[in-house]
């Protein structure tokens, strides 16, 4: 157990959690609604600082993070737990974990000098807090975050952005990038299949944006849950008034967890989603988990395409000092500086 940041005492052994929009109340023994958060005798613990339940080397466009040093490698870790209880999670197995194992924790100790010392021993340029959700697992996120900026590696979240304004302003100085999934624009969905609310999604997108944290949005279309095309219409306008410049990845949604008897989403409406993104004017819109629709990189100015991908590997990479060498346009995003 290793004592919280960002909580209150509020009397009676009561603890009010900071961490996330829940902003739990806990009365001394109990755990909050990610299940990795406890309360003891009036002091709130996390369950999960330095217990990694995965970690591996990947591919930054994974995350996905297309125009975050695209082609370089991501040492991503995670923790068991989650804030949200998404009915088509796709990492249920861990995100879910404590919440269906009565409170129970897995993973191996690692310490935040060793996740450094492994990342930098594998060649990677970053540090991916990525699986589950890194809110949960604050701590030592933060802890190992300020380490890989003294290191020189760079740190990046891939989130539900369900996290305080407290919490974001604290990550915000040691964190490079952020993929926040904006999961549907209707709050009735947030709260009947995620668990959550709206509200301070939509805010953790601006508040990353605005601090200048390279910022990329998610979203997953679940057939006749978060697809029509109002919907579509609605979540790329929110993101467009934020800022056009943000990319926006739709995600194809395969059966998973809960959603089990669920259709895939269709190709038609992948493409449907990706035509409204670029006509309400966001300048960068993607296709994900489809293998070769819609994952290149065009100049938004010129139309030539500048990053060939094909599934995450980066097979050809133009962008010349963040511009497009065709018509010199400005490509928006964190690029290897050119003498690298």
């Known amino acids: 157990m290793h004592e919280a940041l960002l909580y209150d005492k509020i009397g009676d052994g009561r603890v009010r959690c900071n961490l996330c929009a829940h902003r739990c109340v806990l009365a001394p023994g109990k755990r909050g609604l990610c299940n990795v958060r406890v309360n003891r005798d009036g002091v709130l613990y996390t369950a999960v600082y330095g217990c990694v339940v995965s970690r591996s080397v ?16 991501a040492y991503s ?19 879910q974990y404590p919440r269906e194992q009565d409170g129970r924790i897995l993973g191996e100790d690692v310490s935040p000098e060793e996740i450094v010392a492994a990342a930098r021993e594998s060649g990677c340029e ?20 300020r380490l890989a900026h003294e290191e020189g590696l760079r740190n990046v979240f891939v989130s539900n952005g369900y996290m305080t304004p407290e919490a974001a302003d604290m990550i915000i100085p040691y964190l490079d990038g952020i993929n926040i999934d904006l999961k549907g624009i209707s709050n009735d969905f947030y709260r009947d299949v995620v668990g959550g609310d709206l509200r301070p999604v939509l805010k953790s997108i601006e ?3 605005r601090a200048g944290v390279w910022t990329e949005v998610t979203t997953l279309l679940i057939p006749g849950l978060n697809d029509s095309p109002d919907e579509l219409r609605w979540t790329a306008e929110a993101i467009y008034g934020i800022s056009p410049l943000i990319p926006w990845h739709i995600s194809r949604f395969f059966p998973a967890y809960c959603m089990s008897d669920v259709a895939p989403t269709t190709l038609e409406k992948l493409s449907e989603a990706e035509r409204i993104g670029r006509e309400v004017g966001l300048r960068y819109v993607y296709v994900g988990n489809v293998l070769g629709l819609g994952e290149d990189t065009r100049c938004p100015e010129c139309g030539k395409v500048l990053i060939r991908r094909r599934g ?7 962008v010349y000092e963040g511009c497009c060498p065709e018509c010199g346009a400005k490509i928006d ?8």
């Open 312 to 318: 995450y590997f980066v097979r050809e990479n133009l």
């Open 333 to 340: 995003g964190v690029w290897i500086d050119a003498e690298d």
């Open 77 to 95: 870790i995670a923790t068991v737990g989650c804030n949200f209880t998404c009915a088509f999670c796709q990492n249920y197995s861990i995100s």
């Open 207 to 209: 508040r990353f944006s």
């Open 126 to 145: 970053t540090i991916a807090y990525t699986y589950t959700e890194p809110t949960i697992f604050f701590e030592y996120a933060l802890d190992t975050a």
């Open 58 to 73: 990947d591919p930054i466009e994974k995350k996905p993070l297309f125009h975050f040093l695209p082609g370089t490698r």
